[in-house]
């Protein structure tokens, strides 16, 4: 008798606490990010709405230079170390999925637009590797080979429309797209002779052109990605002429490209300056004077803002430029060593990684005033996973 | 002693029992979306990942014209019905959490930048009234006062930058701005004037323009919200100047605005023809024929094909133009009714219903071949959760 009316309680209790434990474990997935820290291998996972951390993950190994990317249903995170590590996050759940070292020394990675690839971009060996996303099993190595079976680093991955990958070789000067629409072997188009060592590249917001940073040369080298046919051409061409070039200490990043006002603001090599071009001629439309060599310079979701930060050993300030009036409204000191920031996907906050002070700030960009700080050892990259929803990230 | 046995295997299975509910009920949300049914006054979630449904929820009311915003996690949806109804619905339980009528007839509404505040424009008592996106308690009351103490019909509901809300007032044809960004008391302003009838409006993807169209007159009305001291300027004036309109059977739709390559494509009203306007200077590009008079002319997010529905009695027919070449590349006749599209966010895929087919169409946008159908009972509007990080839908 009293067995039974145990068993009832169980069946009660049992079927009570399944169905709670899921309410209470049920959360949205559009608010959430991954902070890196890098000194220690870690990352945590925050959320946006009330700024607060969620998960410590540890084991992720060299996340110096780290980069995610996002599932297309943004549960799980893909982080890119720089030893070749491909870390599969589960950002709802605060734990690792999977983990493969799949090069010697990588350098960022992309989603392929239906979710399904996963590229990462090597040094080490020279090329791209793709997996599948959901195994993490290799589908695709794509060796950078160039001139006499040498073997170029690969630099400026990023995807685009149609399931294709696009990247550039630094030691070769080329541009390659990589096609896998049809198949899990892609189809390869090579452009020669784009340019002297493309450092990085970037894809326009709307995913038509493809514009690659030039480290040996005076300029930077476009596709556009509706007429592959014309090839690619060089623009802003000797926008330092004449003037000796500053030294760079810390290339700059053109993933973080701004789009604004049908501009596009991207930091100078060699100059204390971002340059403006217009998308529409790819001509210089304005120069504006900044405080260091810019490291990212990065638009407000809705363009009236680029925050701007810099290399050492000026990387100390973060400075804000008003697009309407293209003049600097406000320059920051948040201490040493600001690695990276990023934005609501609606613009009303950035995120600061300041890496000396163990801190990531967050600024109202409205009023320009800090909101909050949270606490992270040694932070530098921040993806929010709204990413999921954009191309060429 | 076979009690206390009980109670072990009790503890033990409840423990297993919570933590694998948790485990399995936990998904990402940025896959999902919602289906309105009209005729039903019910929605189904779905995913686009596998392209299944997930949920069928009823009791939403009256549905037609019904529209719907997202919380910026993610996690909920807010559906605007045509009987002033605002129900919020978990997305990923499947379930209302609340529901208000909170009008009498209403078209639409908005969600603020901060994701707090949820905006619903009113026919019927005419203006917009403000609810906390929490609770749905009414945090503001914004009677569209005109002339002497009249009402206007309220349109072209939108969030923009800065907590701000912007709507047109369709019987006095003026444009106002609610600022909620310093508390829930907004500060408004009102530009008067506009032109005759504003039956709708956008605001362009970089939330800097937001434009009115008009019914009442033959072209529409542009207000700079960088420069709102400038006024409301008319653009595309007459542009049906000395030919006869035609017969107007549906509205067209501005809130499924396309921009693409700098331009706007916009649904032409009274004419058969889709209107391309630069968004540098405002000026007519061009003009493209197409089957009827349209009702949505919806751009794939990396801008390259502008897909357009039409009007009773030509809503049989789908469009596709090619931004490149700016010519019709594709016609389909998928059944009667064809009522609304969306893209996935990255655009690899389109979702159409077919409301007198009782189906929605999945087509893939790289081969325009459909992949699939999910079966809908008189589906209308199709809403993605990743409205939620886009500013202005």
Redesign the interface.
């Known amino acids: 008798m009293?067995?039974k009316y145990?068993?009832r309680i169980?069946i009660f209790?049992?079927t009570l606490?399944?169905?709670s434990?899921?309410?209470?474990?049920?959360?949205?997935?559009?608010?959430l990010g991954i902070i890196i820290e890098r000194a220690s291998g870690s990352i945590q996972i925050i959320?946006?709405?009330n700024r607060t951390k969620l998960f410590n993950i540890d084991g992720l190994g060299d996340l110096s230079h780290a980069s995610v990317v996002?599932?297309?249903?943004?549960?799980?995170g893909f982080v890119f170390g720089r030893d070749g590590g491909l870390t599969k996050v589960d950002v709802?759940?605060g734990k690792i999925v999977k983990r493969v070292v799949q090069g010697g020394n990588a350098i960022g990675g992309a989603i392929s637009?239906?979710?399904k690839l996963v590229a990462v971009s090597n040094y080490e060996p020279g090329g791209v590797r793709v997996f599948d996303s959901q195994t993490l099993e290799m589908v695709a190595d794509i060796p950078a080979k160039y001139g006499n079976g040498l073997l170029s680093k690969t630099v400026g991955l990023v995807d685009a429309?149609?399931?294709k990958f696009i990247f550039s070789l630094y030691d070769a000067g080329e541009t390659w797209i990589a096609d896998f629409?049809a198949s899990n072997t892609p189809k390869i188009t090579k452009f020669k002779d784009i340019g002297d060592q493309p450092y990085d590249g970037l894809i326009t917001p709307?995913?038509?052109y493809y514009v690659a940073g030039l480290f040996g040369e005076d300029g930077l080298a476009m596709l556009d990605l509706?007429h592959p046919e014309k090839g690619v051409k060089r623009i802003l061409d000797g926008y330092g002429r004449g003037e000796e070039p500053l030294p760079v200490y810390k290339m700059p990043h053109l993933e973080g490209w701004a789009a604004?006002?049908?501009n596009l603001f991207l930091p100078a090599i060699g100059r204390h300056e971002v340059l403006v071009v217009s998308?529409?001629n790819w001509k210089e439309v304005a120069r504006i004077p900044v405080h260091g060599q810019p490291v990212f310079a990065m638009a407000r979701?809705?363009?009236?803002q680029i925050w701007v930060n810099f290399a050492h050993p000026k990387n100390d300030v973060l400075q804000v430029i008003d697009v309407?009036s293209m003049s600097i409204i406000k320059t920051f000191k948040p201490g040493r060593a600001i690695l990276h920031m990023e934005f609501?996907?609606?613009?009303?906050q950035i995120w600061v990684s300041v890496r000396d002070r163990n801190v990531v700030e967050v600024y109202d960009t409205?009023t320009l005033k800090k909101i909050t700080e949270l606490p992270a050892n040694t932070p530098s990259g921040i993806f929010l996973?709204?990413r999921?929803?954009?191309?060429g990230l």
């Open positions: 009293i067995v145990i068993i169980f209790t049992t606490i399944a169905s434990a899921s309410f209470a474990d049920m959360r949205g997935s559009g608010d959320e946006t709405t996002f599932s297309r249903d943004q549960r799980y709802l759940a637009q239906d979710g429309p149609g399931n629409s709307d995913a038509r509706w604004a006002g049908g998308a529409s979701p809705d363009g009236r309407d609501t996907p609606r613009g009303e409205e996973t709204a999921a929803s954009r191309m």
